[in-house]
């Protein structure tokens, strides 16, 4: 059984920084894509990053510079450096691999 678990969620202020994590269990996520996607009250689901198993990564418009999506295929997980967040940035984070989704993890931008 495939499980997905984030953490690392929270309130922070404007500027900041998190890291967010995605534990795995039951799938090597080494050897997939693994996506972190991230929704807000009101708007649709979207792709925040993306890191392959050739390690080759996608990030979208509004993070680059600013995220770092990183694997450690030791401890079968997969994470995501948040840095000068902004209050836009606050939403719940998922990770996902192939058709799986954890529960996610909320963070929020606030001063």
């Known amino acids: 059984q495939v499980q997905l678990v984030e953490s690392g969620g929270g309130l922070v202020q404007p500027g900041g920084s998190l890291r967010v994590s995605c534990a795995a269990s039951g799938i090597d996520l080494s050897r997939s894509a693994v996506g972190w996607f991230r929704q807000s009250p009101g708007k649709q689901r979207e792709l925040v990053a993306i890191?392959?198993?050739?390690?080759?990564?996608n990030y979208a418009d509004s993070v680059k510079c600013r995220f770092t999506i990183s694997r450690d295929n030791g401890k079968n997980m997969v994470y995501l450096q948040m840095n000068s967040l902004k209050p836009d940035d606050t939403a719940v984070y998922y990770c996902?691999?192939?058709?799986?989704w954890g529960q996610g993890t909320q963070v929020t931008v606030s001063s």
């Open positions: 890191i392959r198993s050739d390690y080759t990564i």
């Open positions: 996902t691999v192939r058709i799986w």
